[in-house]
């Protein structure tokens, strides 16, 4: 069962910062590793214990063959969470040597409302979760912002999460507003939504505003005013479940070779991802846009961008500022994909490296 835990809800500047040792791997589990990794990730290099494979060139995607991977060569299994959580050798094999690993399926690491994507210099650039409820997708910003920039994913698991029980979008929000007070006391507050993500960080930028906050950055990836939509239900219901078949499809590619124990995880977070889509339009189809005295960025995937919308126009009467970026060659479901992320990663680099004056802002693993 996944619930809330509100004591791991720290502030991540309070965190030290990871051991600043480097060494190559050298037992038998972290050799066997660093061969997966290279194999996964087409790198000829030695592989340090502590380098991270997302910073490496890892995703979403390849953080799931690397699951079934680590089943062929030590037949044991991790749970994608497990290695979305612990994304180095070094944890990797300290997880792979405890004896009850298998039963360690239910933990819940990835699945918690905070997921520590880096812990670095920075107050946090907090990502927000689309319809899915998880932030995994961010990870890969490690390969492309600065290194000392902090990130860290807000998430909405099951069945507990703020989606399933929030009636409204303002109850959605106030919820994550607490949130990011325990995590974070004061501003300059960064954030970045994508989706229905985006709708929570323009109201929680909105929200803090009010409260005599300030907010530093607000990144729009593809999101556009909930009321220009159509909400009709029976159109909503047809959205999801095409969406639903193309995650089926994923699942599947990427699964192609998996076990049982995978295949099991499979179905539970197809089913988790689901139900969190069908939460998110339910309060989307209600939500009308607040006015916010101040700047936003809105990152606009063009490929998949319908008609009726128009950014700019779209959203000029709730802001103050608005910068508009357009991404001809990204689609609304692959812009945070590693292929996209190409030209997106270093756009956000730039812009945060300015927000948290960062010099050398140029960066890629």
């Keep these: 069962m996944l619930f809330i835990n509100q004591s791991k809800l720290v502030n991540p500047l309070a965190i030290k910062l990871s051991c600043l040792y480097s060494r190559l791997p050298s037992s038998e589990a972290e050799l066997k590793l660093e061969q997966i990794f290279q194999n996964i990730l087409a790198l000829q290099r030695r592989i340090k214990v502590e380098e991270d494979f997302f910073s490496?060139?890892?995703?979403s995607i390849l953080a799931m063959k690397l699951a079934i991977e680590i089943k062929k060569a030590f037949d044991r299994s991790l749970a994608v969470n497990q290695i979305m959580t612990g994304a180095n050798?070094?944890?990797?094999?300290?997880?792979?040597?405890?004896?009850?690993?298998?039963?360690?399926?239910?933990?819940?690491?990835?699945?918690?409302?905070?997921?520590?994507?880096?812990?670095?210099?920075?107050?946090p650039v907090f990502c927000i979760y689309p319809g899915s409820g998880l932030a995994w997708q961010y990870s890969v910003l490690n390969r492309y912002l600065h290194p000392d920039i902090s990130l860290i994913g807000l998430q909405s698991p099951r069945p507990n999460g703020a989606l399933v029980y929030s009636q409204t979008m303002k109850e959605l929000i106030d919820h994550q507003l607490k949130q990011v007070l325990d995590i974070q006391s004061d501003g300059p507050f960064t954030f970045l939504g994508y989706s229905l993500g985006g709708t929570i960080a323009y109201g929680l930028a909105d929200r803090l505003q009010g409260l005599g906050h300030e907010v530093a950055f607000v990144g729009l990836l593809d999101t556009y005013p909930a009321e220009i939509h159509d909400w009709d239900m029976q159109n909503a219901d047809a959205v999801t479940e095409e969406a639903e078949q193309e995650q089926i499809q994923f699942f599947n590619q990427v699964l192609d070779g998996a076990d049982d124990v995978l295949n099991e995880e499979k179905d539970s977070l197809q089913d988790y991802i689901f139900a969190n889509y069908r939460d998110a339009v339910r309060l989307l189809s209600q939500h009308q846009t607040s006015s916010y005295a101040g700047k936003i960025h809105v990152f606009v995937a063009d490929q998949s961008l319908p008609d009726y919308i128009q950014p700019l126009e779209n959203w000029q009467p709730f802001v103050n500022e608005l910068e508009v970026i357009r991404l001809p060659e990204a689609s609304h479901e692959n812009l945070l994909s590693p292929e996209q992320l190409t030209t997106l990663g270093p756009l956000l680099n730039d812009y945060l490296s300015q927000v948290y004056q960062l010099k050398d802002a140029k960066h890629e693993a």
Excluded: M, P, V, Y
């Excluded at 490496?56 to 995703?59: A, D, E, S, V």
């Design 56 to 59: 490496l060139g890892g995703h």
């Design 89 to 123: 050798i070094e944890k990797l094999a300290e997880q792979l040597q405890l004896q009850s690993l298998i039963n360690q399926a239910s933990d819940d690491a990835g699945f918690d409302t905070t997921f520590i994507i880096r812990q670095a210099k920075t107050k």
